[in-house]
Nanobody, 126 residues
Framework: QVQLVESGGGLVQPGGSLRLSCAASGFTLDYYAIGWFRQAPGKEREGVSCISGSDANTYYADSVKGRFTISRDNAKKTVYLQMNSLKPEDTAVYYC???????????????????WGQGTQVTVSS
């Protein structure tokens, strides 16, 4: 059974940092792209970043480029999202998700992702 569990969210001041983790089980993480998405109240869920499984190619939304870094540790079956220089507009529930198919380069299209975690809240406020 595929399972993704996010952790690491919390309350942080503007300019601060958080590291989110996405722990995977029930499938071979190495083979699948993993995406991070977020959803703020009253807004659509949007893609933040993704990482391919086979060669660890990465992709970032323009809004987080230069501030967020995605990485993966296949041995620990975990994908991370390091978030620096956080802004109030980064406040959202953050979700990780796994691609529906093997060995694809990642893209931030929600339709590509078939399994989702329960989300972790990130609040950026002074």
């Amino acid at each position: 059974q595929v399972q993704l569990v996010e952790s690491g969210g919390g309350l942080v001041q503007p300019g601060g940092s958080l590291r989110l983790s996405c722990a995977a089980s029930g499938f071979t993480l190495d083979y699948y792209a993993i995406g991070w998405f977020r959803q703020a109240p009253g807004k659509e869920r949007e893609g933040v970043s993704c990482i391919s499984g086979s060669d660890a190619n990465t992709y970032y939304a323009d809004s987080v480029k230069g501030r967020f870094t995605i990485s993966r540790d296949n041995a620990k079956k975990t994908v991370y999202l390091q978030m620096n220089s956080l802004k109030p507009e980064d406040t959202a529930v953050y979700y990780c998700a796994s691609d529906r198919r093997l060995f694809r380069l990642c893209e931030l299209s929600r339709a590509r992702y078939g399994s989702w975690g329960q989300g972790t809240q990130v609040t950026v406020s002074s």
